[in-house]
Protein backbone atom coordinates (compact mmCIF):
# COMPACT_ATOMS: atom_id res chain seq x y z
CA UNK A 1 0.00 0.00 0.00
CA UNK A 2 3.02 2.49 0.83
CA UNK A 3 4.55 1.00 -2.36
CA UNK A 4 1.24 2.41 -4.52
CA UNK A 5 1.12 5.50 -2.86
CA UNK A 6 4.91 6.48 -3.22
CA UNK A 7 3.90 5.82 -6.48
CA UNK A 8 1.47 8.00 -7.11
CA UNK A 9 3.19 10.85 -4.88
CA UNK A 10 5.85 10.15 -7.64
CA UNK A 11 3.67 10.51 -10.67
CA UNK A 12 1.78 13.47 -8.92
CA UNK A 13 5.26 15.61 -8.53
CA UNK A 14 6.21 14.60 -12.00
CA UNK A 15 3.06 15.88 -13.54
CA UNK A 16 3.58 19.34 -11.67
CA UNK A 17 7.22 19.52 -12.90
CA UNK A 18 5.91 18.52 -16.55
CA UNK A 19 3.45 21.72 -15.76
CA UNK A 20 6.16 24.26 -14.89
CA UNK A 21 8.21 23.08 -17.53
CA UNK A 22 5.26 23.24 -19.84
CA UNK A 23 3.69 26.85 -18.88
CA UNK A 24 7.01 28.48 -18.24
CA UNK A 25 7.57 27.68 -22.37
CA UNK A 26 4.64 29.20 -23.51
CA UNK A 27 5.12 32.24 -21.34
CA UNK A 28 8.13 32.54 -23.16
CA UNK A 29 6.82 31.59 -26.29
CA UNK A 30 4.24 34.50 -25.51
CA UNK A 31 6.47 36.81 -25.06
CA UNK A 32 8.58 36.14 -28.51
CA UNK A 33 5.58 35.85 -30.46
CA UNK A 34 4.92 39.38 -29.04
CA UNK A 35 8.44 40.25 -29.48
CA UNK A 36 8.28 39.23 -33.45
CA UNK A 37 4.76 40.26 -33.91
CA UNK A 38 6.05 44.01 -32.78
CA UNK A 39 9.12 43.75 -34.31
CA UNK A 40 8.05 42.10 -37.51
CA UNK A 41 9.45 44.92 -40.11
CA UNK A 42 12.96 44.43 -38.82
CA UNK A 43 12.77 40.58 -38.23
CA UNK A 44 12.16 40.15 -42.02
CA UNK A 45 16.10 41.05 -42.62
CA UNK A 46 17.23 37.16 -42.73
CA UNK A 47 20.61 38.41 -40.61
CA UNK A 48 18.03 38.96 -37.50
CA UNK A 49 15.43 36.20 -38.54
CA UNK A 50 18.15 33.03 -38.76
CA UNK A 51 19.20 33.45 -35.26
CA UNK A 52 16.05 34.73 -33.15
CA UNK A 53 14.71 31.38 -34.65
CA UNK A 54 17.49 29.60 -33.95
CA UNK A 55 16.97 30.68 -30.32
CA UNK A 56 13.63 29.67 -30.60
CA UNK A 57 14.59 25.94 -32.19
CA UNK A 58 17.43 25.62 -28.91
CA UNK A 59 14.11 26.65 -26.88
CA UNK A 60 12.14 23.46 -28.44
CA UNK A 61 14.22 21.24 -28.35
CA UNK A 62 15.11 21.70 -24.62
CA UNK A 63 11.43 20.80 -23.90
CA UNK A 64 11.60 17.54 -26.28
CA UNK A 65 14.83 16.58 -24.64
CA UNK A 66 16.25 16.66 -28.54
CA UNK A 67 19.40 17.76 -30.06
CA UNK A 68 19.20 20.55 -32.34
CA UNK A 69 21.88 20.03 -34.82
CA UNK A 70 22.88 23.43 -36.30
CA UNK A 71 21.47 24.00 -39.50
CA UNK A 72 22.12 25.74 -43.34
CA UNK A 73 20.39 29.32 -43.45
CA UNK A 74 17.34 29.41 -45.45
CA UNK A 75 15.64 32.93 -45.38
CA UNK A 76 12.25 31.89 -46.52
CA UNK A 77 12.79 28.94 -43.93
CA UNK A 78 12.78 31.40 -41.05
CA UNK A 79 10.36 33.89 -42.24
CA UNK A 80 8.01 31.12 -42.47
CA UNK A 81 8.87 30.31 -39.00
CA UNK A 82 8.17 34.05 -38.08
CA UNK A 83 4.30 33.94 -39.48
CA UNK A 84 3.79 30.55 -37.49
CA UNK A 85 5.36 31.78 -34.09
CA UNK A 86 2.76 34.35 -34.45
CA UNK A 87 -0.19 32.46 -35.33
CA UNK A 88 0.38 29.31 -33.09
CA UNK A 89 2.41 30.56 -30.07
CA UNK A 90 -0.14 34.40 -29.14
CA UNK A 91 -2.90 32.06 -28.33
CA UNK A 92 -0.89 29.03 -26.74
CA UNK A 93 0.74 31.25 -24.41
CA UNK A 94 -2.18 33.49 -23.68
CA UNK A 95 -3.66 30.16 -22.59
CA UNK A 96 -1.20 29.49 -20.53
CA UNK A 97 -1.20 33.10 -19.09
CA UNK A 98 -4.57 32.60 -18.51
CA UNK A 99 -4.50 29.17 -16.63
CA UNK A 100 -1.51 30.06 -14.53
CA UNK A 101 -3.02 33.49 -13.89
CA UNK A 102 -6.60 31.96 -12.62
CA UNK A 103 -3.95 30.07 -10.14
CA UNK A 104 -2.72 33.25 -8.78
CA UNK A 105 -5.95 34.68 -8.38
CA UNK A 106 -7.96 31.98 -6.93
CA UNK A 107 -4.98 31.90 -4.00
CA UNK A 108 -4.99 35.87 -3.70
CA UNK A 109 -8.77 35.96 -3.29
CA UNK A 110 -8.75 32.58 -1.05
CA UNK A 111 -6.40 34.38 1.53
CA UNK A 112 -7.19 38.26 0.99
CA UNK A 113 -11.27 38.05 0.35
CA UNK A 114 -11.55 40.12 3.36
CA UNK A 115 -9.37 43.19 2.10
CA UNK A 116 -12.52 43.85 -0.08
CA UNK A 117 -15.39 46.46 0.77
CA UNK A 118 -18.54 44.68 1.93
CA UNK A 119 -20.26 46.17 -1.12
CA UNK A 120 -18.11 44.21 -3.20
CA UNK A 121 -17.34 40.90 -2.05
CA UNK A 122 -14.77 38.74 -4.09
CA UNK A 123 -15.88 36.74 -6.66
CA UNK A 124 -13.81 33.13 -7.79
CA UNK A 125 -12.83 33.52 -11.27
CA UNK A 126 -14.07 30.17 -12.36
CA UNK A 127 -17.12 29.34 -10.03
CA UNK A 128 -18.54 32.65 -9.96
CA UNK A 129 -19.01 32.53 -6.11
CA UNK A 130 -19.42 35.66 -4.39
CA UNK A 131 -17.22 34.98 -1.32
CA UNK A 132 -18.03 36.58 2.10
CA UNK A 133 -16.59 34.61 4.70
CA UNK A 134 -13.48 32.52 5.50
CA UNK A 135 -16.18 28.93 5.46
CA UNK A 136 -16.67 29.81 1.65
CA UNK A 137 -12.99 30.58 0.70
CA UNK A 138 -11.75 27.70 2.85
CA UNK A 139 -14.12 25.31 0.80
CA UNK A 140 -14.57 26.71 -2.59
CA UNK A 141 -11.17 27.95 -2.82
CA UNK A 142 -9.17 25.03 -2.40
CA UNK A 143 -11.94 23.35 -4.82
CA UNK A 144 -11.17 26.18 -7.13
CA UNK A 145 -7.40 25.77 -7.00
CA UNK A 146 -7.42 22.26 -7.32
CA UNK A 147 -9.96 22.30 -10.51
CA UNK A 148 -7.30 24.70 -12.35
CA UNK A 149 -4.36 22.93 -11.50
CA UNK A 150 -5.66 19.62 -12.83
CA UNK A 151 -6.55 21.57 -16.41
CA UNK A 152 -3.06 23.05 -16.32
CA UNK A 153 -1.27 20.13 -15.21
CA UNK A 154 -3.02 18.23 -18.48
CA UNK A 155 -3.65 20.70 -21.18
CA UNK A 156 -0.33 22.67 -20.73
CA UNK A 157 2.63 19.60 -21.34
CA UNK A 158 1.12 18.37 -24.11
CA UNK A 159 0.39 22.16 -25.93
CA UNK A 160 3.71 22.76 -24.98
CA UNK A 161 5.17 20.10 -26.71
CA UNK A 162 2.63 20.28 -29.89
CA UNK A 163 4.22 23.86 -29.82
CA UNK A 164 7.93 22.55 -29.83
CA UNK A 165 7.28 20.17 -32.08
CA UNK A 166 6.00 22.64 -34.83
CA UNK A 167 8.71 24.99 -34.51
CA UNK A 168 11.07 22.07 -35.13
CA UNK A 169 9.25 21.06 -38.17
CA UNK A 170 8.63 24.35 -39.89
CA UNK A 171 12.22 25.35 -39.45
CA UNK A 172 13.72 21.79 -40.29
CA UNK A 173 16.43 21.88 -43.48
CA UNK A 174 14.96 20.32 -46.24
CA UNK A 175 16.41 17.54 -47.55
CA UNK A 176 18.18 19.64 -50.57
CA UNK A 177 19.59 21.97 -47.98
CA UNK A 178 20.71 18.95 -46.02
CA UNK A 179 22.27 17.89 -49.20
CA UNK A 180 23.99 21.05 -50.29
CA UNK A 181 25.41 21.53 -46.50
CA UNK A 182 26.52 18.27 -46.59
CA UNK A 183 28.47 19.05 -49.68
CA UNK A 184 29.81 22.34 -48.19
CA UNK A 185 31.11 20.26 -45.33
CA UNK A 186 32.93 17.93 -47.80
CA UNK A 187 34.38 20.36 -49.93
CA UNK A 188 35.82 22.09 -46.83
CA UNK A 189 37.14 18.68 -45.32
CA UNK A 190 38.44 17.81 -48.84
CA UNK A 191 40.55 21.42 -48.67
CA UNK A 192 41.78 20.96 -45.11
CA UNK A 193 42.97 17.24 -45.89
CA UNK A 194 44.58 18.45 -49.27
CA UNK A 195 46.56 21.22 -47.07
CA UNK A 196 47.44 18.51 -44.36
CA UNK A 197 48.42 16.32 -46.37
CA UNK A 198 50.91 18.72 -48.42
CA UNK A 199 52.30 19.87 -44.96
CA UNK A 200 52.50 16.38 -44.01
CA UNK A 201 54.63 15.45 -47.02
CA UNK A 202 56.53 18.78 -46.96
CA UNK A 203 57.80 17.93 -43.12
CA UNK A 204 58.38 14.17 -44.32
CA UNK A 205 60.56 15.38 -47.09
CA UNK A 206 62.61 17.56 -44.85
CA UNK A 207 62.54 15.06 -42.10
CA UNK A 208 64.70 12.51 -44.51
CA UNK A 209 66.73 15.15 -46.44
CA UNK A 210 67.91 17.01 -43.41
CA UNK A 211 68.41 14.15 -41.29
CA UNK A 212 68.29 10.12 -42.65
CA UNK A 213 70.06 11.36 -46.20
CA UNK A 214 72.60 13.54 -44.51
CA UNK A 215 73.66 10.57 -42.38
CA UNK A 216 73.32 8.44 -45.34
CA UNK A 217 75.85 10.60 -47.32
CA UNK A 218 78.40 10.67 -44.72
CA UNK A 219 78.04 6.99 -44.30
CA UNK A 220 78.76 6.77 -47.81
CA UNK A 221 81.73 9.27 -47.99
CA UNK A 222 83.05 7.24 -44.65
CA UNK A 223 82.99 3.91 -46.33
CA UNK A 224 84.71 5.45 -49.70
CA UNK A 225 87.54 6.92 -47.28
CA UNK A 226 87.99 3.86 -45.50
CA UNK A 227 88.32 1.53 -48.72
CA UNK A 228 90.85 3.85 -50.03
CA UNK A 229 93.17 3.94 -46.92
CA UNK A 230 92.13 0.26 -46.16
CA UNK A 231 95.57 -1.02 -48.36
CA UNK A 232 98.23 1.16 -46.80
CA UNK A 233 96.47 1.68 -42.78
CA UNK A 234 94.20 -1.26 -42.08
CA UNK A 235 93.76 0.30 -38.15
CA UNK A 236 92.82 3.60 -39.49
CA UNK A 237 90.13 1.85 -42.00
CA UNK A 238 88.73 -0.02 -39.06
CA UNK A 239 88.23 2.99 -36.97
CA UNK A 240 85.99 4.57 -39.98
CA UNK A 241 84.29 1.23 -40.29
CA UNK A 242 83.31 0.89 -36.65
CA UNK A 243 82.40 4.77 -36.49
CA UNK A 244 80.14 4.17 -39.50
CA UNK A 245 78.55 1.77 -37.82
CA UNK A 246 77.11 3.46 -35.13
CA UNK A 247 76.31 6.61 -37.73
CA UNK A 248 74.30 3.55 -39.54
CA UNK A 249 72.41 2.36 -36.39
CA UNK A 250 71.68 6.45 -35.67
CA UNK A 251 70.67 6.36 -39.17
CA UNK A 252 67.81 3.83 -38.64
CA UNK A 253 66.76 5.16 -35.67
CA UNK A 254 65.67 8.47 -36.92
CA UNK A 255 64.26 6.23 -40.16
CA UNK A 256 61.91 4.34 -37.46
CA UNK A 257 61.21 7.61 -36.04
CA UNK A 258 59.78 9.10 -39.48
CA UNK A 259 57.65 5.77 -40.10
CA UNK A 260 56.57 6.01 -36.93
CA UNK A 261 54.53 9.84 -37.58
CA UNK A 262 53.01 8.03 -41.24
CA UNK A 263 51.89 4.50 -39.67
CA UNK A 264 53.13 3.09 -36.26
CA UNK A 265 54.19 -0.16 -36.67
CA UNK A 266 53.34 -0.95 -33.47
CA UNK A 267 49.44 -0.98 -35.10
CA UNK A 268 51.02 -3.28 -37.77
CA UNK A 269 52.32 -5.58 -35.22
CA UNK A 270 49.94 -5.25 -32.20
CA UNK A 271 47.02 -3.72 -33.54
CA UNK A 272 45.10 -0.72 -31.90
CA UNK A 273 44.64 -2.39 -28.83
CA UNK A 274 47.65 -3.32 -28.58
CA UNK A 275 49.13 -0.23 -29.25
CA UNK A 276 47.07 1.95 -27.25
CA UNK A 277 48.28 -0.25 -24.40
CA UNK A 278 51.63 0.42 -24.98
CA UNK A 279 51.18 3.98 -25.53
CA UNK A 280 49.38 4.27 -21.61
CA UNK A 281 52.61 2.56 -20.24
CA UNK A 282 54.65 5.50 -21.78
CA UNK A 283 52.51 8.35 -21.12
CA UNK A 284 52.67 11.19 -19.05
CA UNK A 285 50.00 10.40 -16.19
CA UNK A 286 48.80 7.18 -14.96
CA UNK A 287 46.48 6.15 -17.92
CA UNK A 288 44.23 3.51 -17.87
CA UNK A 289 42.81 1.81 -21.24
CA UNK A 290 39.46 0.15 -21.52
CA UNK A 291 38.73 -1.56 -25.14
CA UNK A 292 35.00 -3.07 -25.95
CA UNK A 293 34.92 -4.94 -29.18
CA UNK A 294 36.20 -3.65 -32.07
CA UNK A 295 36.30 -6.08 -34.76
CA UNK A 296 37.99 -5.84 -37.28
CA UNK A 297 38.80 -1.89 -37.80
CA UNK A 298 40.22 -0.17 -40.84
CA UNK A 299 43.85 0.74 -40.92
CA UNK A 300 43.17 4.37 -41.62
CA UNK A 301 40.68 4.30 -38.77
CA UNK A 302 43.12 2.73 -36.64
CA UNK A 303 45.86 5.27 -37.70
CA UNK A 304 43.53 8.42 -36.85
CA UNK A 305 42.60 7.11 -33.61
CA UNK A 306 45.96 5.93 -32.30
CA UNK A 307 47.32 9.38 -33.57
CA UNK A 308 44.07 10.99 -31.48
CA UNK A 309 44.70 9.21 -28.56
CA UNK A 310 48.26 9.84 -28.78
CA UNK A 311 47.79 13.70 -28.92
CA UNK A 312 44.88 13.52 -26.43
CA UNK A 313 47.34 11.85 -23.40
CA UNK A 314 50.49 14.32 -24.66
CA UNK A 315 48.11 17.43 -24.15
CA UNK A 316 47.11 15.40 -20.93
CA UNK A 317 50.62 15.90 -19.64
CA UNK A 318 51.96 18.92 -20.53
CA UNK A 319 48.84 21.22 -19.96
CA UNK A 320 46.41 19.32 -17.78
CA UNK A 321 47.94 18.90 -13.97
CA UNK A 322 45.99 15.31 -14.30
CA UNK A 323 47.08 12.85 -11.84
CA UNK A 324 45.19 10.03 -13.71
CA UNK A 325 43.62 9.56 -17.58
CA UNK A 326 41.27 7.56 -19.15
CA UNK A 327 40.85 6.12 -22.32
CA UNK A 328 37.29 4.06 -23.22
CA UNK A 329 37.29 2.93 -26.71
CA UNK A 330 34.07 0.97 -28.44
CA UNK A 331 32.64 0.31 -31.24
CA UNK A 332 28.70 0.36 -32.10
CA UNK A 333 27.61 -0.62 -35.88
CA UNK A 334 29.94 1.16 -37.84
CA UNK A 335 31.44 3.95 -35.64
CA UNK A 336 34.53 3.58 -33.55
CA UNK A 337 34.22 6.01 -30.75
CA UNK A 338 37.47 6.74 -28.26
CA UNK A 339 36.76 9.13 -24.84
CA UNK A 340 40.10 10.51 -23.06
CA UNK A 341 39.02 11.72 -19.80
CA UNK A 342 41.30 13.30 -17.36
CA UNK A 343 40.82 14.86 -14.18
CA UNK A 344 42.87 18.18 -15.05
CA UNK A 345 42.31 21.83 -14.85
CA UNK A 346 40.05 22.37 -17.73
CA UNK A 347 40.23 24.72 -20.17
CA UNK A 348 41.59 22.77 -23.62
CA UNK A 349 41.22 25.26 -26.13
CA UNK A 350 40.41 23.54 -29.38
CA UNK A 351 40.94 26.58 -31.90
CA UNK A 352 42.85 26.83 -34.94
CA UNK A 353 46.68 25.62 -35.10
CA UNK A 354 46.70 23.67 -31.42
CA UNK A 355 47.23 19.93 -31.98
CA UNK A 356 43.59 19.73 -31.16
CA UNK A 357 42.44 20.91 -34.20
CA UNK A 358 44.62 18.53 -36.18
CA UNK A 359 42.59 15.68 -33.93
CA UNK A 360 39.72 17.52 -35.41
CA UNK A 361 41.09 17.67 -39.24
CA UNK A 362 42.24 13.72 -38.82
CA UNK A 363 39.13 12.72 -38.31
CA UNK A 364 36.78 15.18 -40.39
CA UNK A 365 39.25 13.20 -43.16
CA UNK A 366 37.39 10.13 -42.42
CA UNK A 367 34.00 12.07 -41.96
CA UNK A 368 34.57 11.53 -38.21
CA UNK A 369 33.83 14.44 -35.55
CA UNK A 370 35.85 15.41 -32.42
CA UNK A 371 34.45 17.35 -29.80
CA UNK A 372 35.62 18.62 -26.69
CA UNK A 373 34.07 19.49 -23.06
CA UNK A 374 37.16 21.27 -21.05
CA UNK A 375 35.15 23.61 -18.96
CA UNK A 376 37.48 25.65 -16.43
CA UNK A 377 38.12 23.80 -13.54
CA UNK A 378 37.58 20.14 -15.14
CA UNK A 379 37.37 17.34 -16.28
CA UNK A 380 38.40 17.21 -19.83
CA UNK A 381 36.64 15.22 -22.28
CA UNK A 382 37.84 14.49 -25.63
CA UNK A 383 35.10 12.22 -28.11
CA UNK A 384 36.50 11.34 -31.54
CA UNK A 385 34.18 9.14 -33.76
CA UNK A 386 35.08 7.25 -36.98
CA UNK A 387 33.21 5.29 -39.05
CA UNK A 388 34.25 2.17 -39.96
CA UNK A 389 33.62 1.98 -43.57
Known amino acids: MRGVNGKARARSVQALIQAGRGGRYLLGTLMTATVTLVAAPLLCVPSLAAPWAERQRRRA ?11 PRSPRRDLGWLVTHVATGLPAGVLALLCLGNLLLVLGI ?46 LPPLARVHARCCLAVTAPTPAELLAARVGELTRTRADVLRAHGAELRRIERDLHDGTQARLVAIAMRLAVAGEILPQDPDAAATLVRQTRAETEEAMTELRSVIRTIYPPVLADQGLVGALRALATRAGVPTRIDVGELGEVPAAVEA ?78 VTVELPCV
Open 304 to 381: VAYFAVTEALANVARHSRATRAFVHVTRDGALLSAVITDDGIGGADASGGSGLDGMRRRAAALDGTMKVSSPPGGPTV
Open 61 to 71: GALLGRPVEPR
Open 110 to 155: TVGWWAFPASDPALLPLLGVHVDGWALALTAGPAQFLLLAAATAIA
